[in-house]
């Protein structure tokens, strides 16, 4: 019995980064707790959630990536404005059905029920095949009735299914914030923002500057955008009633396998994945050229794609 228990403790004693997954890999219960080194993972197995170190960053982070893709491909960050600097953290589902993560005792980041009206019974927290993290009530299954959702705080990228606007209830805005650099999540400068004007519509913003006009939407696409419409890849639609104001897509397929990234440098990329490749290709981006820069002109302006633009003048 020594010998068999000495066998499975040596190799975690010499791989002390060995990726363990918990007892039910795609799901938390009350109390609790999943350690740096261990992850959630999809039922499916399509996306894995845990501990991570963005590029060359030392710092460690919480968040959501790919599980079957080569390539690391983080598609949501919970502790973005507060890493860890070791491997300490603990997350844990708290007696009230929240998610604390925690390092030395000090309290990193945490979720709160936004669901007034439903209060937490035998809670589990689960990884969905569509890159949601949830906390939800046992045995719940309509997406409504969420305790709490990861994608109702998207970080840099937008996933099929997810809505990207305001929940006009609540006062809830889902925007796009762009990371400020490839080793680091933190909420940069650059986000894509829907503006409640008579006819909603989306900016890529900097600060306060507007960056790119999506345009109002004309019931099959959004009018700066002529040519992101409803094809055999993608279906897009704008939803707008008293309750909710959001842009959703979902693939044309269930072979697509697509993200929209929103980056430090005010571009929005669409990337595919391509089996063949093992590699993101760009299926398109915004803005598209030069004349593309919100304003730039003026009035009545006319613009040459064929002049530059600073960096400094966005």
Not at 26 to 41: A, F, H, K, P, V
Not at 77 to 84: G, K, L, Q, T, Y
Not at 89 to 103: A, P, Q, R
Request: glycine share 8%.
């Amino acid at each position: 019995m020594h010998i068999l228990y000495f066998m499975i403790l040596f190799p975690c004693i010499l791989v002390p980064s060995l990726k363990i997954s918990l007892a039910d890999d795609n799901s938390m219960y009350l109390l609790q707790s999943m350690r740096d080194g261990e992850t959630l993972i999809s039922k499916g197995t399509k996306f894995e959630f845990g501990f991570f170190s963005p590029g060359s960053s030392q710092k460690r982070y919480l968040g959501i990536w790919y599980k079957n893709i080569p390539i690391k491909t983080v598609v949501w960050v919970a502790n973005r404005a507060n890493p860890i600097n070791d491997s300490s953290g603990i997350l844990t589902v708290n007696s009230t059905g929240n998610l604390v993560l925690t390092t030395n005792g000090s309290l990193v980041w945490s979720t709160t029920n936004n669901n007034f009206h439903k209060q937490a019974q035998n809670t589990v927290v689960e990884l969905l095949d569509s890159g949601n993290l949830v906390i939800r009530n046992e045995g719940e299954t309509n997406p409504e009735e969420y305790l709490w959702q990861s994608f109702d705080y998207p970080s840099d990228t937008l996933l099929p299914g997810m809505k990207l606007g305001w929940d006009l209830r609540t006062g809830l805005d889902r925007r796009l914030t762009a990371w400020k650099s490839p080793d680091d999540p933190s909420p940069g400068e650059v986000y894509r923002d829907l503006k409640l004007y008579s006819y909603h519509e989306f900016y890529i913003m900097k600060g306060t500057k507007k960056v790119f006009r999506f345009g109002p939407w004309n019931g099959l696409y959004f009018s700066g955008v002529p040519d992101l419409r409803n094809n055999s890849v993608f279906v897009f639609n704008f939803i707008s009633n008293k309750d909710e104001s959001y842009y959703i897509f979902n693939p044309g397929n269930d072979v697509v396998m697509s993200r929209i990234v929103m980056n430090e440098s005010s571009t929005i990329y669409r990337y595919v994945w391509v089996e063949e490749d093992q590699n993101w290709r760009i299926y398109t981006s915004l803005p598209k050229d030069f004349c593309d820069t919100y304003g730039l002109c003026g009035a009545y302006g006319n613009c040459m794609t064929t002049q530059t633009l600073n960096s400094k003048e966005l």
